[in-house]
């Protein structure tokens, strides 16, 4: 890879952040394109359980599904009933105050792991209707009042972890891997990799399947995609693949081999690089050009590097440095040019949640509800260490200078009320 690949992903980044400075939605799964990255400025450095706390509004039920912001609004979305009645629910983003709870399906709960819920993939909006996506494989759509528009149930998910992915917009379609294994076989999609795993793209107006992407043969995995940025592939991974398609088709571009399933962190991207994960067995992370066609695992893989795998939390890609968390608990910055690890430092607790980038800080938020502020850069520097007591594993939203923390209890909106 190029030495000026450094300058390049931070002109970037740069030049991304002005281009939207005035937007301040967070309208799906780690915001814009999944990469964890916000334009606000003037967002909370220090806070408490009660201390700069905007608004605190209770949830019922269960879930992990994040937060998502548009035009004022908050949506996310929650099990109850033990995991029977699927819910999304709307809130206003200044006050908290509820503007409507809505059963939208009801599910019958399978096999899940313990750290995962039966509400755990993030909607997204486009700001007309609300996609969301619950743990037995079904999609819905509904409008900015709740009111039910369609409902696609062509998918009849299981997984022994659960369903973890969460929906994307592209192209006018809403985007979601299935990833699962099988009911019959314990072993096949997990441990025995298999041909039954499906990309599913539903036409946003209509709810109609548009196509069905097929991996070949693959694991269990949980993984968010993206979109490249002229947005005619979703790059989308699971276990032992890394994978593009095109938008419009579904047809496989290109294929890299990634040994591990299990495999949970979103991609992140920059100046036309991917840099992934893979799961268990063999965790490692690459740097994947994106230009391929084909299976290109002997071609387009820049480096690869052992140390640092995140197994939970998203990677994180701000200027010439990829941050990451592993299994241990230990944040890596990692070299973006070669791969190389420039730091890393153990972490208080166990973290779920992946990495935010705003105001020029990024945000690390752990399961006890702490989130660690810490400036970019070559060398570790701690800015601030702020509790909440409430136990967190949903990734963080940013908007309108605010941050949306979800607890197990709670939704937190962290900020000075205006």
Not at 4 to 31: E, H, K, M, Q, Y
Request: charged share 20%; net charge neutral; glycine share 10%.
């Amino acid at each position: 890879m190029p030495r000026s690949i450094c300058f390049t992903v931070t002109l970037t980044i740069s030049l991304w952040c002005t281009a939207v400075s005035l937007a301040d939605n967070w309208s799906s799964f780690r915001g814009k394109n999944g990469q964890g990255i916000s334009p606000e400025t003037n967002l909370p450095l220090h806070w408490t359980a009660t201390d700069n706390i905007r608004w605190k509004t209770e949830i019922p039920g269960e879930g992990w599904s994040s937060p998502i912001v548009h035009d004022g609004t908050v949506y996310l979305t929650t099990a109850t009933e033990e995991g029977s009645s699927c819910r999304i629910i709307s809130l206003n983003s200044k006050t908290g105050i509820l503007n409507w709870n809505v059963q939208v399906h009801r599910q019958e709960p399978g096999a899940k792991r313990k750290q995962n819920s039966y509400a755990t993939p993030t909607p997204v909006t486009d700001g007309n209707r609300i996609y969301a996506v619950f743990a037995d494989g079904t999609v819905v759509a509904v409008d900015r009042q709740g009111k039910i528009v369609w409902k696609n149930q062509e998918v009849n998910f299981h997984s022994l972890h659960g369903l973890g992915a969460s929906p994307i917009l592209s192209n006018g379609r809403v985007v979601m891997p299935f990833d699962g294994s099988s009911r019959d076989q314990k072993e096949v999609g997990w441990k025995v990799p298999w041909d039954q795993a499906v990309l599913l793209a539903i036409d946003s107006n209509t709810g109609k399947t548009v196509w069905r992407g097929k991996r070949g043969a693959s694991r269990v995995g949980h993984v968010t995609p993206i979109t490249t940025d002229d947005g005619k592939h979703v790059i989308s991974a699971a276990g032992d693949r890394v994978q593009a398609f095109e938008s419009n088709t579904g047809k496989l571009v290109w294929s890299v081999y990634s040994q591990g399933e299990g495999v949970t962190p979103t991609p992140a991207l920059g100046d036309g690089i991917i840099f992934t994960s893979s799961g268990f067995e063999e965790p490692t992370i690459r740097a994947i050009r994106l230009n391929g066609e084909g299976d290109v695992t002997d071609t387009h893989i820049e480096w690869e590097q052992k140390k640092g795998v995140p197994a939970m939390p998203s990677p994180l890609l701000v200027g010439p440095h990829l941050y990451t968390i592993t299994r241990d608990n230990i944040l890596y910055c990692i070299a973006v040019s070669s791969g190389e690890i420039v730091w890393n430092k153990r972490l208080d607790g166990t973290h779920s949640a992946s990495p935010v980038f705003a105001d020029g800080r990024i945000y690390i938020l752990s399961e006890t509800g702490n989130t660690m502020v810490i400036q970019p850069g070559a060398k570790f520097v701690e800015l601030a260490n702020n509790p909440l007591d409430e136990k967190c594993l949903a990734s963080m939203a940013v908007s309108g200078g605010h941050l949306f923390i979800r607890g197990i209890k709670h939704l937190f909106c962290i900020g000075d009320a205006e």
